[in-house]
């Protein structure tokens, strides 16, 4: 590389020592909660409350090893990069630009989905919806994350507070409402396999899994605040299993309760289930409170996976697997361009309205991106056994083993459900892979991933230095 590393790297540099893990754990929280709210109950109109309970484990059991061997990799390799900056480690460049780009494709699908449901929401409300809503909530989000890191993280605890108040209170009432034939009331059909348990048999276990997902959906994505943390080797696990196992109990909530108490076919088709089954239960009050708060929550997810995609994307450019421009970095250390360009392409595919499309193509990438990650996991452990390991997954490679094979048949399982979204995806991938192969495989700042954290140690040690100095 002809630039000087130093002077490269300077005008590169995000604000460390900002987040602690119960920031990042919040942050993880944040990416996901909106799934909480809606979304994970369509798969209960694709396999019963039975069918879509297994998806749900399937699921669950997936993304807990599969945060296990993120937590790992996050403290051996504590860079922006996240996924990305794992499987360059294990797989190189390429293996590298391929998970970062399943990723990208994830973290800038999802918030064009969620504004559209935001939009929906703020039309129930308001009676407004439609491109001026999608473009109001994508300038006043992504001008917060260009106030800086600190601000925008404390802002988005705030909104992610109410919006797990609003399923904390939902649960406490709906709990004296519980029926467990309200479980069962979905007609059994002749599908193979099919019971009074699995109305809609096996196949719809399968199509319910892209569902399940929506209740953990990218969570994956705390290690990305890895440069901005107090202490990357031990804050980043901590937040992300802290994130992860807090995750599973409000799913636990959702899933049983809400259904429980007004029944899961009403539940299978309702755009609101948590209003609808407040409504269905005589507590009208609470639930235009929680109409209001679910709003929060959807808000919360589109801010946080706003500030997800500007990391990932500043450590793609930095590295020289995107235009290199776009990891500049201003006076308060944030990447502005990282979260402007893609907010452009965010709010341009919103304006399709088809968020359920959108967001089943976000699911494409994410079950892509997880293997991928996984499968890093394995081949570090294979590869590097003497890495040093701040914290060691339980379980090793067969806990990543396990992630593998679970996100392989999520990945099958969106086919099943809506192959438009599979076959969309591919597309992408293959446009993002010929611009890899096409140019900036030949324009890599660092050839190796050893290099280009010697590289960022170096910066990091400089800029230390100057401040001491200074």
């Not at 939009?119 to 260009?146: C, K, M, Q, R």
Request: net charge negative.
């Amino acid at each position: 590389m002809s630039t000087n590393n130093s002077e490269y790297l300077a005008k590169r540099q995000l604000k460390g020592g900002t987040a602690g893990w119960l920031l990042l754990a919040g942050l993880g929280v944040s990416y996901v909660i909106s799934g909480d709210f809606a979304g994970w109950n369509f798969g209960i109109a694709e396999a019963g409350w039975g069918g879509f309970a297994i998806a749900a484990v399937l699921m669950a059991i997936m993304y807990l090893t599969l945060v296990l061997s993120l937590a790992e990799m996050s403290a051996a390799i504590p860079a922006a990069g996240g996924g990305y900056s794992f499987a360059r480690q294990a797989m190189g460049p390429t293996g590298g630009y391929l998970t970062g780009l399943a990723v990208l494709i994830e973290y800038a699908l999802a918030p064009a989905a969620i504004v559209i449901f935001i939009g929906s929401a703020v039309e129930a409300l308001t009676g407004f919806n439609g491109p001026w809503v999608y473009a109001l909530f994508y300038l006043a989000f992504v001008g917060i994350h260009l106030a800086g890191v600190g601000e925008a993280l404390k802002v988005m605890m705030v909104i992610s507070g109410l919006a797990v108040l609003a399923i904390i209170a939902t649960a406490v009432v709906l709990i004296t409402n519980f029926d467990a034939t309200n479980l069962f009331d979905v007609a059994v059909t002749d599908a193979a396999g099919a019971s009074d348990f699995l109305p809609l048999g096996w196949y719809g276990v399968w199509a319910a899994l892209p569902f399940a997902m929506w209740l953990f959906l990218a969570v994956e994505g705390v290690p990305l605040a890895a440069e901005e943390a107090k202490d990357p080797a031990k804050d980043v696990p901590k937040g992300i299993i802290g994130a992860m196992l807090f995750l599973l109990f409000t799913a636990l909530l959702v899933v049983v309760l809400v259904p429980g108490a007004a029944g899961a076919k009403a539940m299978g088709a309702s755009a609101v289930p948590l209003v609808d089954a407040l409504n269905a239960t005589g507590n009208s009050d609470l639930a235009t409170v929680v109409n209001i708060l679910g709003l929060a929550g959807l808000v919360a997810s589109f801010f946080s996976i706003i500030y997800g995609y500007s990391r990932l994307v500043f450590a793609l450019s930095r590295a020289g697997y995107l235009p290199r421009s776009l990891s500049i970095t201003t006076e308060r250390k944030v990447p502005a361009r990282a979260l402007i360009v893609p907010a452009i392409f965010g709010f341009v595919v919103s304006l399709s309205g088809e968020g359920d499309l959108i967001l089943a193509m976000a699911v494409v990438g994410a079950t892509v991106s997880y293997a991928l990650m996984a499968l890093s996991h394995i081949m570090l452990r294979v590869k590097q056994p003497d890495l040093p390991r701040p914290y060691k997954t339980p379980g090793g490679i067969v806990t990543s083993s396990i992630a593998l094979c679970l996100s392989l048949i999520a990945l099958t399982g969106v086919y099943a459900f809506d192959p438009r979204a599979f076959l969309y995806t591919m597309v992408l991938f293959i446009v993002g892979a010929a611009y890899y192969f096409g140019y900036s495989a030949k324009h890599l700042v660092a050839k190796s991933a050893d290099e280009e954290f010697a590289m960022l140690a170096d910066a990091e040690a400089g800029l230390n230095t100057a401040i001491s100095e200074g």
